[in-house]
């Protein structure tokens, strides 16, 4: 397949532009900035829609339906026992889940080798389900990075309880901690893929960093989730 790269530059452009404005608007997961700045810095690559993992209470009949599913509440960082209680009162329509995800990083390589590497780099990460997702002369090599952490509890129906409020926080607990581990793997692929990334530096996404996000670009994943987090470096020494 030969590479349009006038097309995939343009697009190199427009999705590293959206990544400005989300995180002016505030619609971009902080904690994934250290990567995406990595990535984007390298000539060869960009990144589309990505996440660097969540806790998510959905109303449905199932969790993983998106079709008449409402969001009860989504968080980026850890759940508070009063957010949990508040979410679990919420008057449901169908059943209400708590879902925990790991991260999922979107990118586009304009070389098969490097996207082959940097497959190999996330699966010894613990990013076991990624591929390769799609091949294009204006797209590129498109790959999909996940950890496959997914995991969801019913916690109550229209009628019933099916977890008792007084034990809600255990699944505060165990979610953040599951959350965490994502966090953690997050961290792992950014100290990974920074051995090899970035190799051929993209001037222009380049000087927009060091004019917007010098701090940031120094920062790792985990640090800025402790941030976010409020969580103080001692603290964080000890999880």
């Given at each position: 397949m030969k590479l349009d790269i006038d097309s995939w530059r343009k697009r190199k452009r427009a999705f590293w532009n959206?990544?400005?404005?989300?995180?002016?608007?505030?619609?971009?997961?902080?904690?994934?900035?250290?990567?995406?700045?990595m990535l984007n810095l390298d000539a060869r690559i960009y990144t589309m829609s990505s996440c660097s993992g969540r806790i998510t209470l959905v109303d449905g009949d199932n969790p993983w339906s998106?079709?008449?599913?409402a969001v009860v509440f989504k968080k980026h960082?850890?759940?508070?026992?009063?957010e949990m209680a508040s979410a679990y009162r919420v008057k449901v329509a169908r059943k209400l889940w708590i879902i925990v995800?790991?991260?999922i990083i979107h990118l586009s390589t304009s070389q098969?080798?490097?996207a082959l590497r940097i497959?190999?780099?996330?699966?010894?990460?613990?990013?076991?389900h990624s591929g390769i997702m799609?091949?294009?002369?204006s797209k590129g090599v498109l790959l999909e990075l996940s950890t496959g952490i997914w995991v969801s509890q019913l916690l109550r129906t229209v009628e019933n309880p099916v977890i008792a409020e007084e034990d809600l926080g255990i699944i505060v607990r165990?979610?953040?901690r599951i959350l965490l581990e994502g966090k953690k793997r997050l961290n792992r692929l950014h100290s990974s893929l920074k051995q090899i990334i970035p190799e051929e530096l993209d001037p222009e996404v380049e000087k927009q960093v060091n004019e917007k996000l010098t701090l940031m670009k120094n920062k790792t994943p985990l640090q800025v989730f402790y941030e976010l987090a409020g969580i103080s470096a001692e603290q964080a020494g000890q999880r």
């Open positions: 959206r990544i400005l404005e989300d995180l002016e608007i505030g619609y971009l997961d902080k904690d994934l900035l250290p990567l995406l700045i998106r079709e008449d599913t960082t850890p759940l508070t026992q009063d995800t790991g991260p098969i080798s490097l497959l190999e780099m996330a699966r010894k990460e613990g990013y076991k799609h091949l294009s002369r165990e979610y953040n």
